[in-house]
């Protein structure tokens, strides 16, 4: 069973940074693209950053690049995303998702064809 299990969410001041963590188990990562991806009350849920784990090609939303950075470690099965610089608009709920190969890293895009998800980590930025 795929399990993805999030950590390292919380509260922080614009300008602050937070580094959110992604444990992954019950199949092989190396063969899976991975993403962080995010939805604040009201909105659709949209797509962070994404990597394919074998290789490590990433890509970002235009809204958090330079800001964020997704990186992974394989030994360990865990997903990362460093938030940097953070702002109000980064307010979210935010969830660690994966998708076997073939998979798409391109953005924008929702996850709704990524098929494990992540219970979700909660980061709040206050102005």
């Known amino acids: 069973e795929v399990q993805l299990v999030e950590s390292g969410g919380g509260s922080v001041q614009a300008g602050g940074s937070l580094r959110l963590s992604c444990v992954a188990s019950g199949y092989a990562t190396r063969e899976y693209c991975m993403g962080w991806f995010r939805q604040a009350p009201g909105k659709e849920r949209e797509g962070v950053a994404t990597?394919?784990?074998?290789?490590?090609?990433?890509e970002y939303a235009a809204s958090v690049k330079g800001r964020f950075t997704i990186s992974r470690d394989i030994a360990k099965n865990t997903l990362f995303l460093q938030m940097n610089s953070l702002e109000s608009e980064d307010t979210a709920m935010y969830y660690c998702?994966?998708?076997?190969?073939?998979?798409?890293?391109?953005?924008?895009?929702?996850?709704?064809?990524?098929?494990?998800w992540g219970q979700g980590t909660q980061v709040t930025v206050s102005a």
């Open positions: 990597i394919y784990i074998l290789n490590g090609r990433t």
């Open positions: 998702a994966a998708d076997p190969i073939p998979c798409i890293l391109t953005l924008p895009r929702n996850g709704n064809d990524y098929d494990y």
